[in-house]
C-alpha cells in the first residue's frame, strides 16, 4: 500500500460520520444482531460529503452467511 493511499484510509478513519451514516449503519447491524461484525460506508457521497439526493453505499460484514440469513 503506498504512503498516499496511507494516509487517505487513515484520515478517512479519524474523521466522524455524519449523524444521518452513523444510525443508517447502526440500523442495519441491527438487522443481523450478532451476526453484524462491521458496516463500511463508501462510495461517492463519502468522497464528497454530500448527503442529499443520492444514494449511501455500505458493506456490512457478519461472521457467517448462514449465521445472518438463516
Not at 466522524?16 to 460506508?41: H, K
Amino acid at each position: 500500500m503506498s504512503a498516499e493511499l496511507r494516509t487517505l484510509v487513515a484520515e478517512t478513519l479519524a474523521g466522524e460520520a455524519s449523524p444521518v451514516v452513523r444510525t443508517f449503519a447502526a440500523r442495519l447491524a441491527a438487522r443481523y444482531g450478532e451476526a453484524a461484525r462491521g458496516v463500511l460506508f463508501y462510495g461517492s457521497s463519502l468522497r464528497t460529503g454530500d448527503l442529499t439526493g443520492t444514494l449511501l453505499d455500505f458493506y456490512l460484514l457478519v461472521d457467517d452467511y448462514t449465521h445472518a440469513y438463516g
